[in-house]
């Protein structure tokens, strides 16, 4: 899979065909789930034909009969870590081609849909599923104004920034902040997210995407 194709051709898509995930797909989907799930702890549900949840007048989605509940633990960084491991899930489905949208707040919770214990917590959703199209691209924030790119730094801080670029967020506004630190000879990134309700979601969105571009792991990150 080339990672840096998959995140230029996904984009959000909020009307979907009336079709239902075909059975490899699904077979896929639920394997990567699972897998996301083992590895971070979350709680992650894939809810299948369920069409009430996304009504078209609030949200203006259409045909949404699929969507991923982004569950976990409540703790400090559970809305961070749903954005890491959602994107996750988002960019493997689109590779396997189903269209997808990150929603932070317009649907309903349907009774006796979701399992939700009493210490955890629903943070988002993602509708899912094949799309009437595959979504329109937005303009993109040039690199140098949530990071403090120079041309001195290494190039995989600069391919990071690319896969940052490439990145979800609400309102398409890209609030994040992306800051090289090297100290000893050791490169880090310090990255903060932005203000609003859905910034630690979106950071991290964006430290995924970096991560995949730039080919490091979670060990580059200043905690």
């Avoid at 799930?37 to 078209?56: C, R, V």
């Avoid at 699929?66 to 493997?92: D, M, P, Q, S, T």
Wanted: aromatic content about 10%; glycine content about 10%; hydrophobic content about 35%.
């Amino acid at each position: 899979m080339n990672i840096m194709k998959v995140m230029e051709e996904r984009h959000a898509v909020r009307k979907y065909q009336d079709l239902p995930i075909n059975d490899e797909d699904l077979k896929r989907l639920k394997e990567e789930i699972a897998q996301v799930n083992k590895e971070s702890g979350l709680n992650i549900q894939l809810i299948l034909d369920e069409p009430k949840a996304f009504d078209p007048a609030y949200g203006h989605f259409e045909g949404v009969r699929n969507y991923i509940a982004l569950i976990g633990r409540k703790g400090e960084n559970l809305e961070e870590r749903c954005g890491y491991y959602g994107e996750k899930i988002v960019l493997f489905a689109q590779s396997i081609g189903l269209n997808t949208c990150w929603v932070g707040g317009t649907y309903k919770k349907i009774d006796n849909v979701l399992e939700i214990a009493k210490d955890e917590e629903l943070v988002c959703m993602i509708t899912i599923g094949y799309g009437e199209g595959h979504g329109q691209p937005h303009a993109l924030k040039e690199v140098s104004k949530f990071s403090n790119e120079d041309p001195n730094q290494p190039e995989w801080f600069k391919l990071g920034l690319q896969g940052v670029r490439l990145a979800p967020s609400a309102h398409n506004e890209q609030k994040w902040h992306f800051f090289y630190d090297e100290e000893n000879g050791v490169g880090k990134v310090d990255a903060r997210p932005g203000i609003g309700d859905f910034a630690k979601i979106d950071l991290g969105i964006a430290k995924y995407n970096f991560e995949q571009a730039s080919g490091k792991d979670s060990s580059i990150w200043i905690k």
